[in-house]
């Protein structure tokens, strides 16, 4: 049934999806999961919400897939579709978004955290503690985008089809996260 189709693009697997081979589906679960459970878990934090959370977002996709148009990115469609489910789990639970807790700070401080913090000895895991703390104070607005950047590897375009706004809006909110964390950081007692 399934030839291989390791080289092929989402957008052709979801319309062999489309044209009733289902199994086909599989594929795209198997290219998703890990990146949509890592996408999750920085937004809840009990497993069974995820496990939870993961699998409705699943059923959703493949509910909706012949709405899909196969001529944009499948990848944005299913994150616009896992953001609407985690924004919904959060409501439902009122919960305060969960810090980022598999943030590589090389990533997105590269400079200023091994000029700084290698020469004063701190260990990775004190960064990644101290970064933490600075991403749960971000309003999700600016939260979102960021992990939508540097740990889901989206570009501008495809983070603005996945929260719905301006392309522009993405850079003000990314520009806005990286300053407001700035002063967090120093708070701490830490300067960058």
């Known amino acids: 049934m399934r030839s291989d189709v ?3 693009k989402d957008e052709e697997i979801v319309h062999q999806v489309q044209s009733g081979k289902i199994d086909f589906f599989g594929i795209l679960v198997d290219r998703y999961e890990a990146k949509i459970r890592r996408y999750a878990r920085k937004f809840l ?9 993961i699998q409705e977002i699943f059923i959703k996709t493949y509910t909706n897939i012949q709405s899909f148009d196969t001529k944009r990115k499948f990848s944005s469609w299913i994150y616009r579709i896992a953001h609407n489910e985690l924004i919904n789990a959060l409501k439902k639970k009122k919960k305060k978004a969960l810090p980022l807790s598999l943030f590589d700070p090389d990533i997105f401080f590269p400079h200023s955290l091994r000029n ?4 004063q000895q701190i260990n990775r895991q004190d960064i990644q503690k101290m970064i933490d703390k600075c991403l749960d104070q971000l309003e999700p607005k600016y939260r979102e985008p960021i992990i939508l950047y540097y740990f889901e590897g989206l570009s501008y ?29 120093k708070k701490l007692g830490y300067n960058l």
């Open 6 to 8: 390791s080289g092929e």
């Open 45 to 53: 934090s009990a497993k069974e919400d995820i496990k939870d959370i």
């Open 116 to 119: 700084n913090y290698l020469n």
């Open 157 to 185: 375009q495809e983070i603005a089809d996945v929260i719905q706004v301006p392309i522009s809006t993405v850079g003000v909110r990314m520009k806005r996260a990286k300053e407001t964390m700035k002063p967090i950081f």
